[in-house]
């Protein structure tokens, strides 16, 4: 089972909005609504923001939102702000045998 | 509220066993449908499953690593494990415990802090 396929990078400034994609199979993504993603600080355990796909649990601001479109989710952070600057992390279930699997990993920076 | 905590030796030899608990605190881990999973990250790297455990007791393992992971569950000490054997360099990484809700598809929603082991004669 590969790695989900994330932009390594993406950046925006201040106030702006930032995308990253999030593009597997019908295996995995396309195949069922059970995307999550994942902020993670240096040095820091990942932090849930996403799950099934657009769902925010308690807490995560609404500046952050999921979608999906056939093999591809996206995450969509809007209003950039400085300590949205972090490492996020797709993943998605992929069946009985597989279970499991996380994207490659995308570094956002905010200019 | 829920925390978990990683424990074990951060050095292991190769060909050896890597052995791993997570105590879990602010919750019984027997009470409610959690699963109880472990995950790794490499270095500079992405993050990949390694295996969970139900409150039953049954598991799921990665298959790229099913041949050498063993996941149990102690709930009288309200911990559960990883052993993974036959180690070589490339198990080397932070390994994470975490909690997943429901039918354990929806995210993990309580991580450890992470502990870092290292395959290293």
């Known amino acids: 089972q590969s790695a989900l396929t994330q932009p390594p990078s993406a950046s925006g400034s201040p106030g702006q909005s930032v995308t990253i994609s999030c593009t597997g199979t019908?295996?995995?993504?396309?195949?069922?609504?059970?995307v999550s993603w994942y902020q993670q600080h240096p040095g820091k355990a990942p932090k849930l923001m996403i799950y099934?796909?657009?769902k925010r649990p308690s807490g995560v601001p609404d500046r952050f939102s999921g979608s999906k479109s056939g093999n591809t989710a996206s995450l969509t952070v809007s209003g950039l702000q400085a300590e949205d600057e972090a490492d996020y992390y797709c993943?998605?279930?992929?069946?009985?045998?597989?279970?499991?699997?996380f994207g490659t990993g995308t570094k956002v920076t905010v200019l | 509220q829920v925390q978990l905590q990683e424990s074990g030796p951060g050095l292991v030899k190769p060909s050896q066993t890597l052995s791993l608990t997570c105590t879990v605190s602010?919750?019984?881990?027997?009470?409610?449908?959690?699963?109880w999973s472990w995950i790794r990250q490499p270095a500079g790297k992405g993050l990949e499953w390694i295996g969970r455990?139900?409150?039953?007791?049954?598991?799921n393992y990665n298959p790229s690593l099913k041949s050498r992971v063993t996941i149990s569950v102690d709930t009288s000490k309200n911990q559960f494990s990883l052993k993974l054997s036959s180690v070589t360099a490339a198990d080397t990484a932070v390994y994470y415990c975490?909690?997943?809700?429901?039918?354990?598809?929806?995210?993990?929603?309580?991580w450890g802090q992470g502990t870092l082991v290292t395959v290293s004669s």
């Open positions: 455990i139900y409150t039953s007791g049954s598991t």
């Open positions: 099934e796909v657009s």
């Open positions: 993943s998605s279930y992929a069946g009985s045998n597989n279970f499991e699997v």
């Open positions: 975490a909690r997943s809700p429901g039918r354990g598809y929806s995210g993990y929603d309580y």
């Open positions: 019908s295996s995995d993504v396309g195949g069922y609504n059970y």
């Open positions: 602010g919750g019984s881990i027997s009470s409610g449908s959690y699963y």
